[in-house]
């Protein structure tokens, strides 16, 4: 990539995410009242108002549920990845996040897995690819 991405600091919520990317570990919290999976990171489960959750590992499959691709990029880093798709991924596990996907782009439905991308302090951004 031309130059380096810009890193997310890490709230306290998010911090076992991204210790979780260190070791390619794709990582999703799971209330322990109504065991539900939650997605962004919280310390207050939406679903029920639980405060247990626990972190769990996710397999990195999915399926695209959306997609838009981009023909121009949203920062100079990505300029030498357009076009580049950001998409919304279901995970097998149940649960849906935002990533983007570099390369040719998906079509709403493709199975996707997750990929990473070094990020300069040790820290990796979960990307995903064609399975």
């Known amino acids: 990539m031309t130059g380096a991405l810009?890193?997310?600091a890490p709230s306290p919520a998010?911090?076992?995410?991204?210790?979780?990317t260190r070791r390619h570990e794709?990582?999703?919290?799971?209330?322990?009242s109504c065991t539900r999976l939650v997605w962004y990171p919280r310390f207050v489960c939406p679903h029920c108002g639980g405060s247990s959750l626990v972190?769990?590992?996710m397999s990195g499959d999915g399926t695209v549920y959306a997609v838009s691709v981009h023909h121009r990029a949203a920062i100079p880093p990505l300029a030498d990845k357009v076009p580049y798709s950001v998409v919304?991924?279901?995970l097998d596990e149940g649960v849906r996040l935002m990533s983007n996907v570099?390369?040719?782009?998906?079509?709403v439905g493709d199975r996707?897995?997750?990929a990473w991308v070094p990020l300069e302090d040790g820290r990796?951004?979960?990307v995903f690819e064609p399975k």
């Open 88 to 90: 919304l991924v279901d």
């Open 26 to 32: 794709l990582t999703v919290q799971r209330c322990e």
């Open 124 to 126: 990796n951004l979960a």
């Open 112 to 114: 996707v897995t997750v």
């Open 102 to 107: 570099f390369g040719p782009p998906p079509a």
């Open 6 to 8: 810009p890193v997310p």
């Open 55 to 57: 972190w769990e590992k």
């Open 14 to 20: 998010s911090t076992p995410f991204w210790d979780a």
